[in-house]
């Protein structure tokens, strides 16, 4: 396979997209849209821009959610990651139902198949990556649809429609499993 040296300023090679549920701190549901994050174990891992708004609530109020979206979910992904919580209710505005989660003080999305209850133990800044901000947290609780499992309460790989997100900075787009 031959290959080139590209000279990108980001390299999104198919991340999954989830949207974070949070309370603000009038206690206000609100969501954005990302598509850096990871889980290992009991562990959640999510990267955000420092300025953030939704980044900067987290840190504020410790819990949330992390609600993995399928592919009808595309308006709710654009108009979360186009929108910022500082200036409207973006779930006044878009079709998502929070429901408040009975483990930490978050909402989860009723409408997102999977949702991984979140609790924040870590905040990493470092110089060496300005103007970004990971957060870790311990993961207290998951909820997984019905449609997601088989008949032994095991995943259904196949049952999975999730977004990746794929892009350079400048073509972007998202494709899923299916």
């Known amino acids: 396979m031959k290959k080139e040296n590209v000279y990108y300023d980001k390299l999104y090679y198919g ?5 974070v549920s949070y309370y603000d701190t009038d206690g206000t549901p609100n969501v954005t849209t ?4 990871y889980t290992l174990k009991d562990m959640m ?31 709710a992904v654009n108009f979360c990651g186009k929108n910022t919580g500082a ?4 779930f006044d505005s878009i079709h998502l ?7 930490v003080n978050a909402p989860i999305i009723e409408e997102c198949p999977i949702s991984i209850e979140c609790r924040l133990t870590d905040v990493i800044e470092s110089e060496n990556h300005m103007g970004i901000t990971n957060i870790l947290a311990k993961i207290k609780g998951r909820l997984v649809s019905e449609a997601y499992l088989n008949d032994s309460g095991r995943l259904n790989v196949s049952a999975f429609d999730n977004l990746f997100y794929v892009g350079d900075g400048d ?8």
């Open 45 to 75: 891992a999510l990267g955000f821009s420092t300025k953030g708004y939704a980044l900067n609530r987290i840190k504020e109020v410790s819990d949330f959610v992390v609600n993995v979206v399928d592919s009808s979910q595309v308006e």
């Open 171 to 178: 073509s972007k787009g998202y494709r899923n499993m299916k």
């Open 15 to 19: 991340f999954p997209i989830v949207l």
């Open 34 to 37: 990302i598509s850096s994050s």
């Open 87 to 90: 200036e409207c209710k973006k």
């Open 97 to 103: 139902t929070p429901v408040p989660s009975k483990v």
